[in-house]
């Protein structure tokens, strides 16, 4: 192989290894550049964080049975003895699909106990037909609870069994211990730890040491 073939075969070699070396390098410069400059933005501003303000509200209270469809009306779930004892025939039921929600009522509440599931057998009648493949899980409502706090499951730290939220005050960041009432899928009833006017951070707060400076990018009502 001729000089001149071994150097352009070196070129060949040399030339791509370098462009990938200066793109690494570029790209490493480049993050660099944006945490000095998340880090001198933090500095200032505050870490961002968006909350929630609390309001004291009549939240209503839900219980959840799992069904699977029978007919094309009806649906029938199993249920505990302490959620029977909750449920009557005629009371409402509901379901969401999408955005729509779709009423029914109880139309059965065994009175014995299934020896197979070790459970009670509730059915509900929609006026809707439906053909759903699987199960699905429909709500009642059963009371309120009045001049509540509710606060989202999402945001609940639990640290030890101690459970503890993000609030603002003064700007700082804080965190606060908190105990709860109840607690489902549609968030927790706090007992004690929060007052209403209380600001929750809702997101950001995974950042978050206690006094830290934040920057409240938004903030709601809940």
Same mark, same amino acid.
């Given at each position: 192989?001729?000089?001149?073939?071994?150097?352009?075969?070196?070129?060949?070699? &040399?030339?791509? %290894?370098?462009? %990938?070396?200066?793109?690494?390098?570029?790209? $490493?410069?480049? @993050?660099?550049?944006?945490?000095?400059?998340?880090?001198?933005?933090?500095?200032?501003?505050?870490?961002?964080?968006? &909350?929630?303000?609390?309001?004291?509200?009549? /939240?209503?209270?839900?219980?959840?049975?799992?069904?699977?469809? /029978?007919?094309?009306? &009806?649906?029938?779930?199993?249920?505990?003895?302490?959620?029977?004892?909750?449920?009557?025939?005629?009371?409402?039921? *509901?379901?969401?699909?999408?955005?729509?929600?779709?009423?029914?009522?109880?139309?059965?509440?065994?009175?014995? /106990?299934?020896?197979?599931?070790?459970?009670?057998?509730?059915? &509900?009648?929609?006026?809707? #037909?439906?053909?759903?493949?699987?199960?699905? %899980? *429909?709500?009642?409502?059963?009371?309120?609870?009045?001049?509540?706090?509710?606060?989202?499951?999402?945001?609940?730290?639990?640290?030890?069994?101690?459970?503890?939220?993000?609030?603002?005050?003064?700007?700082?960041?804080? @965190?606060?211990?908190?105990?709860?009432?109840?607690?489902?899928?549609?968030?927790?009833? %706090?007992? #004690?730890?929060?007052?209403?006017?209380? @600001?929750?951070?809702?997101?950001?707060?995974?950042?978050?040491?206690?006094?830290?400076?934040?920057? /409240?990018? $938004?903030?709601?009502?809940?």
């Amino acid at each position: 192989m001729s000089k001149r073939r071994v150097t352009i075969y070196l070129i060949g070699l &040399v030339v791509p %290894v370098f462009f %990938v070396i200066s793109k690494q390098v570029a790209i $490493k410069a480049d @993050r660099e550049n944006e945490i000095i400059s998340t880090f001198s933005e933090w500095q200032t501003n505050g870490k961002p964080v968006i &909350v929630n303000t609390l309001e004291r509200k009549d /939240i209503p209270k839900y219980i959840k049975i799992t069904a699977w469809q /029978i007919s094309p009306h &009806v649906f029938e779930g199993n249920v505990s003895k302490s959620v029977r004892e909750q449920l009557k025939i005629g009371q409402d039921m *509901a379901f969401k699909v999408g955005q729509d929600m779709f009423k029914g009522e109880i139309s059965k509440i065994a009175q014995e /106990i299934s020896l197979d599931s070790g459970m009670y057998a509730v059915e &509900v009648v929609f006026k809707e #037909s439906f053909n759903i493949e699987g199960w699905l %899980v *429909a709500q009642a409502h059963i009371d309120m609870f009045r001049n509540s706090i509710c606060i989202p499951n999402e945001i609940i730290e639990n640290d030890n069994g101690k459970f503890y939220v993000w609030k603002i005050e003064d700007g700082r960041s804080v @965190r606060q211990l908190i105990t709860i009432e109840k607690r489902d899928g549609y968030g927790a009833i %706090v007992d #004690s730890g929060l007052v209403e006017g209380d @600001r929750v951070v809702i997101e950001g707060f995974t950042q978050l040491v206690p006094g830290d400076k934040v920057n /409240i990018l $938004k903030g709601l009502n809940v």
